[in-house]
């Protein structure tokens, strides 16, 4: 069974930045579709962003649009968020998943990793 390894989670100061990766245990795993998402304490899961195996294709929540960045290394077979100008209500663990079309529904995605904590202090 292929596994989501998600890293690059910590805890940084509002205004902040981190980089989340993304990879799958079998390098040779892939889908359509890669996203993020995350559930902040006491919330449920939501949609951060989501990109095409191509690339050309990235959605995000209006929440993070114009602070978050998508993106895709093929060659590493490895997804990446970059989040900038963190605020405290992004905190929260964030979830990488794989699914068959860069879409914001997750019950289209079948694969999830565990989860990375992100904590921004005010």
């Known amino acids: 069974q292929v596994q989501l390894v998600e890293s690059g989670g910590g805890l940084v100061q509002a205004g902040g930045s981190l980089r989340l990766s993304c990879a799958p245990s079998?390098?040779?795993?892939?889908?359509?579709?890669m996203g993020w998402f995350r559930q902040a304490p006491g919330k449920e899961r939501e949609f951060v962003a989501v990109?095409?195996?191509?690339?050309?294709?990235?959605y995000y929540a209006d929440s993070v649009k114009g602070r978050f960045t998508i993106s895709t290394d093929n060659t590493k077979n490895t997804v990446y968020l970059q989040m900038n100008s963190l605020k405290p209500e992004d905190t929260a663990v964030y979830y990488c998943?794989?699914?068959?079309?860069?879409?914001?529904?997750?019950?289209?995605?079948?694969?999830w990793g565990q989860g990375t904590q992100v904590t921004v202090s005010s």
């Open positions: 079998r390098r040779t795993f892939s889908r359509d579709a």
């Open positions: 998943a794989a699914g068959g079309a860069p879409v914001s529904r997750q019950s289209l995605y079948d694969y």
């Open positions: 990109i095409s195996r191509s690339g050309g294709n990235t």
